[in-house]
Structures are given as C-alpha cells and as structure tokens.
C-alpha cells in the first residue's frame, strides 16, 4: 500500500505565491511516476503536473511558466511550487501516485489540501 500526504495549502492572495508537498510512505520503492490534480467547485477533476522516475515533467498547457513540479528523492516528497497565483487557481489539490503494473496500473491518492486565492 502508498500512503499520500498532502500539505502546504491555505489561504493565499492573488499573484502570490505557494508551495505544496507531498511525503510518500508505504510500498513506495514501484512507484513510477507522481503529479499533481487539482477540482474546482463544479469542474471536472484536471491534471496540473506530473513527474517520472526519470524527472521527465508534464504540465497543463494554460499553467506552464506558473507552477513547477519537483521531487526529493532523500525525503520521498513531491513538491508543486505555484507562482503568480489566480482566483482561477482555487481548487482542492491532490497528490498522485502511479504503479505499473503487467497489464495495468494502480493509482494512489491523497485526501486532498485546499488552496484558496483570493482577489
């Protein structure tokens, strides 16, 4: 099992700036890849960034130059630095996992830290 734990959240205001983390724990060693999701109040789940094993990075295309994702290996923890922040922005960001598998693969999930930006 993978246990996700998000933090850094809060309450920030427009154009400034946050850094969530995310501390992986569990059977952590298969893991292959981690990003970050972000929901809006009425909008769909939608991906913000993610990363592999081999620190190749993926953004959304609307938030590139905005929010850059990184890893620290020593402290398994996954970070979204967030930049030049947006009412937009507001949302409950989730942390992600991923396991590949044979023929599959898995996906953990955390709870969830919510990011407020305000006018």
């Known amino acids: 099992q993978v246990q996700l734990v998000e933090s850094g959240g809060g309450l920030v205001q427009a154009g400034g700036s946050l850094r969530l983390s995310c501390a992986a724990s569990g059977s952590i060693g298969s893991i292959n890849a981690m990003g970050w999701y972000r929901q809006a109040p009425g909008k769909q789940r939608e991906l913000v960034a993610s990363i592999t094993s081999g620190e190749r990075t993926n953004y959304a295309d609307s938030l590139k130059g905005r929010f850059t994702i990184s890893r620290d290996n020593a402290k398994n923890t996954v970070y979204l630095q967030m930049n030049s922040l947006k009412p937009e922005d507001t949302a409950v960001y989730y942390c992600?996992?991923?396991?590949?598998?044979?023929?599959?693969?898995?996906?953990?999930w955390g709870k969830g830290t919510l990011v407020t930006v305000s006018s």
């Open positions: 992600n996992a991923r396991r590949l598998g044979m023929l599959t693969y898995m996906d953990y």
